[in-house]
């Protein structure tokens, strides 16, 4: 009985932290999925700021979309920040968004990096390009996503597993360039040039080619940006994919504003500050991306990596055809 009154009291205890009325000050409840060693010390700066309180809960996206369902107009959530577009297509599509008129967004986000009905706004990008090893690939071997299906590539590609949702988001937007066919064989000529078994993650994939495990993989940058930071000297670069045909795959972490939020002007203005170059440099540099608001400097480790070419397609079609990209995926035999 005991345990039972005190589970009650913890539930009762959480649930007050978002709707207590002895709560004093104006607040936004985000819905994040970006961990909290990522978004505290931005909030905690916004709140220095403007004496806004900003209370938060993590999680993997899946579920805080699929509790934003469930909970529907009950929900405590003025905001979602989450990673990859297709989640925040996921998001939008079941209605949990509302479209949002701001010219400060619509002045610093790129167009491919928001929704085309404004319902959500990407805040920081990353590339999701190739790593080699410096000491057994030249950079002139390497060309593009397509090409590291070609037969010299047998036996020396690592790759992360099909399952995860950046894989999903670059496989939709090559078959959007590419069609199913050609996409498919491209992603049975990944599938016979592994040298590996799939790896559960980018870091656990950058270590395998510094091993000596394989040769080359696909990665988002800040991975290799965090190892760099780590050891300066590790022997695997980066190589900008696809730059004399379609540009390399730019994906993004965003936010938008929920369909039943309780302090919509409150969230937008936090949005707009998260856009803005004073929180870009935070809110990129803090996990080695880039900056979508083009005035921002690039941290330091990021610059060094160069300029690129990226992708132009709207992101919102990562979205649009990851069913199809996974059903192409699963008939690869891509795991």
Not at 98 to 116: F, G, N
Not at 274 to 289: C, D, P, V, W
Not at 299 to 325: C, H, M, T, Y
Request: with cysteine; proline share 5%.
């Amino acid at each position: 009985m005991v345990r039972f009154l005190a589970r009650w009291i913890a539930l009762l205890g959480f649930m007050a932290s978002f709707s207590s009325p002895l709560l004093a000050g104006p607040e936004v409840v985000v819905y994040s999925t970006r961990g909290e060693s990522l978004i505290k010390p931005i909030f905690d700066l916004y709140t220095e700021q403007t004496g806004v309180k900003v209370v938060y809960l993590t999680g993997e996206a899946g579920p805080l979309i699929a509790r934003l369902q469930s909970e529907g107009a009950r929900t405590p959530a003025d905001m979602l920040i989450t990673v990859d577009a297709g989640n925040l297509w996921q998001a939008a599509d079941k209605g949990l968004l509302r479209p949002v008129k701001s010219r400060v967004l619509e002045a610093v986000v790129p167009d491919q990096y928001q929704d085309e009905d404004n319902r959500w706004f990407g805040l920081s990008l990353r590339a999701r390009t190739m790593v080699y090893s410096t000491e057994r690939v030249k950079p002139a071997e390497l060309s593009t996503y397509e090409a590291l299906a070609e037969p010299r590539w047998k036996g020396r590609l690592c790759l992360r597993t099909s399952k995860k949702v950046y894989n999903q988001s670059l496989v939709a937007m090559l078959l959007e360039h590419n069609g199913a066919d050609k996409t498919e064989q491209m992603l049975k000529g990944w599938v016979a040039n592994l040298a590996a078994p799939v790896f559960a993650n980018d870091t656990a994939l950058i270590e395998a080619i510094a091993a000596g495990q394989c040769d080359v993989g696909i990665v988002n940058t800040y991975y290799l940006g965090r190892l760099q930071q780590q050891n300066p000297t590790l022997p695997v670069a980066l190589f900008w994919a696809n730059q004399s045909t379609t540009g390399v795959h730019v994906n993004l972490s965003g936010a938008g504003i929920t369909t039943h939020a309780k302090s919509p002007k409150a969230a937008q203005a936090l949005l707009e500050w998260l856009a803005k170059r004073s929180a870009q440099e935070a809110f990129a540099g803090i996990n080695m991306e880039y900056p979508v608001n083009s005035a921002t400097r690039w941290d330091p480790v990021v610059k060094a990596w160069g300029e690129f070419k990226a992708d132009k397609l709207n992101l919102s079609i990562a979205g649009q055809r990851q069913q199809e990209a996974i059903m192409l995926m699963d008939r690869a035999g891509y795991p």
